[in-house]
């Protein structure tokens, strides 16, 4: 019987348990062993791999975060330790590892492939970012937006009370993926984002008018990339003339009990990434556009830069504009 295993890489994501699960019970389905590696590529290269069974994956898929946990490993840049880590995954005879990460997790397993011999490997893009190239989708974006549309609509309500401005800066990295959904779908007054360019005098301009036929609060969401949340908080007082406050969410938009949408993905994700195996893709990313999910070479995902939907930043441009 031949063995797979699987790991979490780079940051956590809700729906990494979900997809845990489906992948110990669709192994057993395929006729594998699952197995699983705690702690990454670090886990990886210490030999921290274990056999996983049903016991290992109840009552998880509810749950953030990963159980298998997840780590950033510096370590595996260097050769040595990098054989070290393929070592040990010959030491227990296994065919097959599945990666859960971002493209660094993906740079890290071509290094593995490029240098092992036999072993079969697999990606799921997983990273709130949203910012791989090759797929419209990542593992855990869902959720991660549905918990900034919750915090967001509870500081509407405080906002409303005392007439406020308050700037949300939401996580994203260099990618204002999530800032912008999150302005859209929360009916924000204002986004900032690193891929659409902003005058903050055509924003005052559209403002007063817009508390001259009466509005009297403001809700702007701002990408963590610009670094420049006080800044606009400042400007709400001194160019708007309406206190204001900054709401950073932090990690919390990491965790939380994954979504619907999110359990269906990493179900999703692990079949294609597992069926792929069997028929042979030796070294790939699994990939959802156009509504389907299929397989595209590393090169193509890890090492091309994500372009946001071009009708998406069209949108997303009407923010300040004069109306």
């Not at 790991?7 to 809700?14: H, I, R």
């Not at 192994?27 to 705690?38: A, E, I, M, N, W």
């Not at 590529?41 to 898929?61: C, K, M, P, Q, R």
């Not at 999703?268 to 790939?284: C, M, P, Q, W, Y």
Request: aromatic share 10%.
């Amino acid at each position: 019987m031949q063995k797979i295993a699987i790991l979490c890489s780079g940051g956590d994501v809700s729906g990494m348990n979900p997809a845990l699960k489906r992948f110990v019970e669709y192994s057993k389905v395929k006729g594998l062993r699952p197995y699983f590696v705690q702690n990454g590529f670090e886990g990886l290269i210490d030999n921290d791999i274990h056999e996983a069974g049903y016991s290992d994956v109840t009552g998880i898929i509810s749950r953030g975060g990963t159980k298998i946990r997840s780590a950033r490993s510096a370590r595996f840049m260097e050769q040595a330790y990098r054989k070290q880590a393929l070592d040990n995954l010959k030491s227990h005879d296994i065919s097959y590892l599945v990666i859960l990460g971002g493209d660094g997790s993906f740079k890290g397993m071509q290094l593995l492939g490029d240098e092992s011999d036999g072993i079969g490997f697999s990606g799921i893009p997983s990273t709130i970012d949203n910012d791989i190239a090759g797929t419209e989708y990542c593992l855990g974006v869902d959720t991660a937006l549905n918990t900034i549309r919750c915090a967001i609509d509870s500081i509407r309500d405080t906002a409303s009370s005392f007439s406020r401005a308050f700037v949300v800066e939401v996580m994203g990295r260099e990618c204002g993926y999530l800032a912008l959904v999150s302005a859209l779908t929360s009916g924000a007054e204002m986004c900032l984002i690193p891929e659409i360019p902003y005058e903050l005098d055509e924003y005052k301009t559209c403002f007063h008018k817009q508390m001259g036929e009466g509005r009297e609060y403001f809700i702007a969401v701002v990408s963590e990339a610009l670094k420049n949340s006080e800044q606009i908080a400042q400007w709400f007082e001194d160019e708007i003339g309406v206190e204001s406050r900054i709401t950073v969410l932090g990690h919390i938009q990491r965790g939380g009990n994954p979504t619907v949408y999110d359990r269906l993905m990493a179900f999703n994700f692990v079949t294609h990434a597992i069926d792929g195996l069997l028929e042979g893709k030796r070294s790939s990313v699994v990939c959802y556009s156009k509504g389907g999910f299929n397989h595209k070479k590393i090169e193509d995902v890890a090492f091309k830069q994500y372009q946001m939907n071009e009708d998406m930043l069209k949108v997303g441009a009407e923010f300040g504009s004069k109306r």
